[in-house]
């Protein structure tokens, strides 16, 4: 069985844990407790190819940004979140992704950008063009996902599974160096 690291990035206060404990759990928290790190593991099914998901929830605040090249480091796949309701956290994801470039040191990193709160419709500030558009530059999957409603949550964390599955296997697009051999 596959085991795979993934990271959940994205600003304080966007759902990263509600949405970690709704695929881990299936419940939704009400209550906003900042985050300094909490690690999930669940077993999950896709494309009937069972994996291990080592799910790492960071914090969003930047009083712990200077552990976020530790976490990239040693991630395989990357959630980033933004709130769909907050149009700062949206531009906080860039640098984000940035970083996870600069660290990896390659273009093509397992990640998908995620809006979260659809469920919030009406103070929407940020609109799923905005967020394609993004994902279309950054040439990775975008979805909107509720936390609370369990919309597309499970997806979310299956589409990284497959992007994950697709960067390890020899004939993944773009792979970088990964059957090389220096001699």
């Known amino acids: ?22 695929f881990v759990t299936g419940s939704f928290i009400e ?20 994996s291990v998901l080592e ?19 040693n991630g395989q796949g990357f959630i980033l979140v933004y709130s769909l309701v907050n149009q700062q956290s949206f531009q906080d994801i860039k640098p984000m992704r940035d970083q996870i470039i600069r660290v990896k040191r390659y ?3 397992p990640m ?10 009406g103070e929407r ?4 063009g905005e967020g394609k558009a993004l994902a279309d530059e950054w040439n990775c999957p975008f ?5 609370k409603n369990k919309s597309s949550v499970d997806e979310l964390f299956a589409e990284i599974v497959r992007q994950m599955n697709y960067a390890s296997t020899p004939n993944g697009d773009d792979q970088c160096c ?6």
């Open 31 to 50: 209550k906003y407790d900042p985050t300094i790190e909490d690690f999930y593991r669940k077993e999950i099914e896709v494309d009937s190819s069972p």
């Open 1 to 22: 069985m596959r085991e795979y690291k993934v990271v959940v990035l994205g600003s304080g206060g966007v759902g990263k844990s509600a949405l970690t404990v709704q």
């Open 55 to 73: 799910i790492l929830d960071t914090a969003g605040t930047e009083q712990f940004a200077s552990m976020r090249d530790l976490y990239i480091k």
């Open 125 to 128: 500030e940020v609109s799923s």
């Open 178 to 183: 990964s059957s090389c051999v220096i001699l």
């Open 112 to 121: 998908i950008l995620v809006g979260n709160k659809v469920d919030l419709e």
């Open 143 to 147: 979805m909107e996902t509720s936390a």
């Open 107 to 109: 273009e093509r990193v």
